[in-house]
């Protein structure tokens, strides 16, 4: 996907969906018959030059686990 797709198809979207939050999805099947969707919250934007890529991250269960006991 390029950058314009996504800006065109987010332009598009109907005012009242503005306010919604934004994951990153992943999906799979399990045992070749159940389907699973897995949301992770966006939460940092990177532009890489070099590779003319913009980077979408969400944060990893261990990067989690990290910051919980850094401040729990």
């Given at each position: 996907m390029?950058?314009?797709?996504?800006?065109?198809?987010?332009?598009?979207?109907p005012e009242e969906f503005m306010d919604f939050s934004i994951v990153n999805g992943e999906v799979g099947i399990i045992d070749g018959e159940h389907m699973?969707?897995?949301?992770?919250?966006i939460t940092t934007l990177l532009v890489d030059e070099v590779e003319k890529q913009i980077i979408i991250l969400n944060d990893s269960q261990e990067t989690e686990d990290l910051l919980?006991?850094?401040n729990g």
């Open positions: 390029k950058l314009i797709e996504l800006k065109t198809w987010v332009n598009n979207l699973y969707r897995l949301d992770k919250p919980t006991n850094q």
